[in-house]
């Protein structure tokens, strides 16, 4: 079967596109666009992999990511966000709390080496 | 309207008429060779009717020679004994002649040479006929004055010579038509032999002909063969070619999206972080024109941004004390930072706000294009006045 991913972003083009490439690519994608939507989707069919933004429209990503570790505490999350961190940040705060960074500005292809990086192919 | 386009004609198919063609001359082979038999056979027929024709001819003018003698004989002995019997021998012997007569001549009717031989010898045979029935009625002195008076020898010996001649002449028909019938056969047989000998070789033509054409088909369907192997080996080729170049296109088409996005969403987020700010903030050229603005000063000022687009900064903010250089204008010659220089903000109603503005150069690839301006909003009492100082 193949892996599963959920994505969750409040922008719907992002959303789209996001599930758009990873469902080319091969995995099975699902998208959330609220923390809410997040935790319904992960009682449902729990995934191999969460990508989240950061800012999103009625919570804080790193939240919800303490959140969902809370029910998928082997499940590797991904921060694919706008804000972009100072290194020191990134390596000191984040690394701690995710398992990749990645900006919005990064290619897709980026995006997809840091997925097989961490889940492997689909 | 448009003609229907067809197909090229196919090539005529030239095996097929040789074919054919063979096989008519087979046909023709065979027909000829059927009727030349056919009638050499009916010749042969005719031949042995005409054998056993000329056999009985012979026999019967034999016959009539041996029922003569006999005749004859029976007459001499009647003649010299006197006995009756030899007189009813005789007459039964030349009726036995003159039926073999009758039958001889009714055989050679239609052949008139022998047909003359045989009424000659019909003539001497009746005419000693006669004699020995003269004989057969007188009184024995009689008959026997007449005996010594015959030449009977000579008489007899004429119809035999007769005899023998159309017997000759008989046999030479037949060797003749032995002969002919010889060849009849010889003929009959290289007919038979060279009609099968042309139909062997013509039913080798076709043969030969019939398995070139399939070979050739066969080499015809193998080119074909490879030909729509490699074909579709192109097409399959070409499709994954096409297949990949297409996901390259999509794969790349998707990149542009999500460049376009992230560029998007990083614009309308930093606009969103500019807008909040409380501060005035401007954009000004290399000239001191104003280029873009924050809502923050289109909300303190009262001006709209149309009204503040390409005019000079003066117009809205002047620094509080006005050296001869500008201290604006020097900063961005030099590149450097001014910061927190007291000023006056004019609104659009002429009110002069006092503010502390800040002056920052806006580089694009090491060369300054412009500045951005942010005015901070300072108490009425706060004091006015600072110095330039580098960044």
Redesign the interface.
């Known amino acids: 079967m193949k892996k599963h991913i959920l994505i969750v972003d409040d922008e719907a083009s992002i959303r789209s596109l996001l599930v758009e490439f990873l469902t080319r690519s091969g995995y099975r994608v699902t998208d959330a666009n609220s923390p809410h939507e997040a935790q319904q989707a992960v009682k449902r069919d729990p995934p191999q992999l969460v990508i989240s933004d950061l800012q999103l429209a009625d919570s804080d990503g790193l939240d919800m990511i303490d959140q969902l570790k809370a029910s998928l505490p082997d499940t590797p999350m991904m921060l694919l966000t706008g804000v972009l961190f100072d290194p020191k940040v990134i390596r000191d705060v984040l690394s701690k709390k995710v398992s990749a960074y990645l900006q919005k500005t990064a290619p897709l292809a980026q995006v997809l080496g840091e997925v097989h990086r961490l889940i492997g192919p689909p | 309207m448009n003609s229907p386009t067809h197909p090229p004609a196919p090539a005529p198919d030239r095996t097929i008429w040789r074919i054919q063609a063979c096989f008519l001359l087979i046909s023709a082979v065979v027909i000829a060779v059927a009727v030349a038999s056919i009638r050499n056979i009916n010749r042969s027929m005719a031949s042995s009717d005409w054998v056993n024709h000329t056999h009985a001819v012979m026999l019967e003018v034999d016959g009539v020679f041996s029922s003569l003698q006999a005749g004859n004989g029976a007459s001499m002995a009647f003649v010299a004994t006197g006995d009756a019997r030899n007189q009813g021998s005789a007459r039964a012997a030349f009726a036995d002649m003159a039926e073999h007569l009758e039958v001889a001549k009714a055989l050679t009717r239609q052949e008139p040479p022998q047909h003359e031989l045989v009424l000659r010898v019909e003539a001497l045979a009746n005419r000693r006929a006669e004699f020995d029935r003269s004989l057969l009625g007188s009184q024995p002195g009689a008959a026997r004055s007449l005996l010594s008076a015959d030449a009977g020898g000579d008489a007899m010996g004429e119809i035999q010579r007769a005899v023998e001649k159309l017997t000759e002449q008989e046999m030479a028909l037949l060797a003749d038509r032995d002969r002919t019938s010889f060849l009849q056969a010889q003929t009959i047989r290289w007919t038979v032999w060279s009609g099968v000998a042309l139909d062997v070789l013509l039913l080798g033509g076709a043969g030969w002909l019939v398995s070139d054409a399939l070979a050739a088909r066969r080499r015809a369907a193998a080119v074909l063969e490879e030909a729509n192997r490699l074909l579709e080996t192109k097409v399959r080729e070409r499709t994954a070619e096409l297949m990949a170049s297409n996901e390259n296109l999509?794969?790349e088409n998707?990149?542009r999206?999500?460049?376009n996005?992230?560029?998007e969403?990083?614009l309308r987020?930093d606009q969103l972080i500019i807008s909040s700010i409380t501060d005035l903030v401007l954009v000004v050229t290399k000239a001191l024109n104003i280029s873009r603005m924050n809502p923050a000063v289109v909300r303190l000022t009262g001006r709209e941004p149309q009204e503040l687009v390409h005019r000079p900064l003066a117009a809205l903010a002047r620094l509080a004390e006005q050296p001869l250089v500008d201290p604006l204008a020097q900063a961005l010659v030099d590149g450097q930072d001014l910061r927190e220089q007291a000023a006056w903000l004019e609104d659009k109603r002429g009110r002069k706000i006092p503010v502390r503005l800040s002056l920052f150069p806006l580089r694009d690839r090491d060369k300054v294009v412009g500045g951005v301006v942010i005015l901070r909003i300072m108490p009425q009492d706060a004091p006015p006045a600072e110095k330039a100082t580098p960044a």
């Open positions: 999509t794969t998707l990149e999206r999500w460049v996005q992230a560029l969403h990083q987020y």
